[in-house]
């Protein structure tokens, strides 16, 4: 009688840390999901001006570069 409790209790706990291991995956997806909206956004709206930064200092370097390859 006692195995048989001792195989369910087992068998029950195995089936809860699975569970959990759902459950935590799919809060690992969703704050993922949620990081990658929120670095749309920030890209939707503030995405040209650091374009726009980016690219005037590979202007300010680019002739340091070309002058260091000689």
Same mark, same amino acid.
């Given at each position: ?10 068998? $029950? ?17 969703f ?27 590979? $202007?300010?370097? $680019?002739?340091?570069e070309?002058? $260091?390859?000689?």
């Amino acid at each position: 009688m006692s195995l048989g409790f001792l195989l369910y209790a087992w068998r $029950t706990v195995l089936w809860e840390l699975y569970n959990w291991k759902k459950a935590a995956t799919a809060i690992l997806q969703f704050f993922g999901y949620i990081s990658k909206l929120a670095l749309a956004l920030v890209f939707h709206f503030i995405g040209d001006p650091i374009t726009a930064t980016i690219r005037a200092i590979e $202007t300010i370097f $680019t002739p340091f570069e070309h002058s $260091t390859h000689k």
